[in-house]
């Protein structure tokens, strides 16, 4: 997760977190955003890592505020069809971080989780959205000009799907190229994309 002034993998530190972090009750740095860790980031295809992303770090000083919850980890399958409709969402955005109300830093945004589709036919119509993004950092308090927490890191997204696929949706991490499956290990920041039943 997070820590309070500090940054971690894939997240932002709150910003001046280092100089001002903690210092009390004159200062609080901003909660570092919270990330999907080292091990996720390394597994973009899914392979051996399913699990929610982290909670952002609390802001610093007398009254920093709490960092955003991690996003859900989530498994939609089936063996036949899997339809998303133009109003459909499958989120697991991680939360924000709260606003510091008089004297201290931003809490850090959580990380974004992980969405896996599998099926083989996915029809994702366009208006539907995919998310797996992380939290915005909390804003400092304004009385000291207290820090901002950082913002959540991205999380990630997997798609199964066979010979009858159609992503026309909203993803983010965005697609490389549509149904095409991902070569390799995939591409940081992106979406990863597999041939049903892999």
């Known amino acids: 997760g997070g820590s309070a002034g500090i940054g971690v993998y894939n997240g932002t530190a709150g910003t001046d977190a280092v100089v001002r972090g903690g210092y009390s009750p004159y200062g609080g740095g901003g909660g570092g955003g919270g990330s999907i860790g080292a091990a996720a980031a390394t597994d973009l295809a899914v392979s051996t890592t399913f699990?929610?992303?982290s909670g952002g770090g609390g802001g610093?000083?007398?009254e920093g505020t709490g960092g955003g919850?991690?996003?859900g980890a989530l498994r939609v399958a089936s063996h036949t069809t899997i339809t998303v409709a133009a109003t459909g969402r499958i989120l697991a955005d991680g939360g924000s971080g709260q606003r510091a109300a008089c004297v201290g830093g931003g809490g850090g945004g959580g990380s974004g989780g992980?969405?896996?589709v599998y099926a083989p036919s996915v029809d994702i119509a366009s208006g539907a959205t995919v998310s797996a993004i992380g939290g915005t950092g909390g804003t400092g308090a304004t009385i000291y000009s207290n820090t901002p927490g950082g913002a959540g890191g991205l999380g990630r997204i997997r798609i199964s799907a066979g010979a009858t696929c159609r992503l026309n949706g909203a993803f983010n991490p965005p697609l490389v190229s549509g149904c095409t499956a991902t070569p390799g290990a995939g591409t940081t920041g992106r979406a990863y994309v597999a041939s049903f039943p892999n």
Do not use: E, S, T, Y
């Open 51 to 53: 699990q929610p992303g």
């Open 60 to 62: 610093g000083g007398d």
């Open 69 to 71: 919850g991690g996003g």
């Open 114 to 116: 992980v969405v896996f």
